[in-house]
């Protein structure tokens, strides 16, 4: 779960990073599109759509964006007919994979996931699904944290938090998904700044790699992440901080 989840908070700081930021732009209004589809377009009354929002805003999507992406939900706006997928199978060295697409070509989309994995050693196929739970996730950067940790940790419980692990920089708080909003929103109103907060696929056993079958396997998810039609790629592996990072870099 640990080298899995550092992947996570790698892609993410990236992606804040990364100039060329019009891919990650269009799948955050994606999310957003097929949120207020599924649940209406109001935040305050959809879960789903306030969390696909925040993580809009947080990584900077122009707010015209945003409402673009509503308004091609709602009708208003003529757009692309997305539907959501989920793909299984097994990556490099028998790595669990779930792939979450968002796509208007489904054939387009299995045809070009397929290849990747067989690029790689991997199999597109099976059943891997049983082996991550569905989770909301907030990562804290440590340093950041001002108030008691201990005062901190019982603060988080009394907000929905189920579980909560300490990291060498990073304290992560894992809940229920629907409880996500109000556990994020009582951190920020605490004065906590909250560095990552979504729902994901939490694996419940792990893989560890070392060398170069960790390098091939992130190798592996970065091709995964590239490709138009993936949301997110979930996989089981564990891999130490050192070869994250310098992969990440």
Known sequence: MAGHSKWANIKYRKEKQDAARMKLFSKLSKEITLAAKAGGPDPQKNTALANAIERAREANVPKENIERAIKRATGELP????????????????????VRVVTDNKNRAVSEIRHIFE?????????????????????????????????????????????IQEKDSEIEIYCEPSALKAVREGLQKLGVPVERAEVS?????????????????????????????????????DIPDAILESVGS
């Open 79 to 98: 757009g692309m007919q997305y539907e959501e997928v989920f793909y299984e199978g097994y990556g490099p060295y028998g790595v669990a994979v779930l």
């Open 201 to 237: 696929l939490v694996p419940k056993n792990t893989v560890h790699l070392e060398g170069r079958e960790a390098e091939k396997v992130l190798k592996f998810m970065e091709a995964l992440d590239e490709q138009e039609d993936v949301q997110e790629a979930y996989a089981n592996f």
């Open 119 to 163: 690029e790689y050693g991997g199999n597109l196929g099976g059943s891997v699904a049983w082996i991550f739970d569905r989770r909301g996730v907030i990562a804290l950067d440590k340093s950041k944290i001002q108030c008691d940790k201990d005062e901190l940790l019982m603060n988080v419980i009394d907000l929905g938090a189920e579980d």
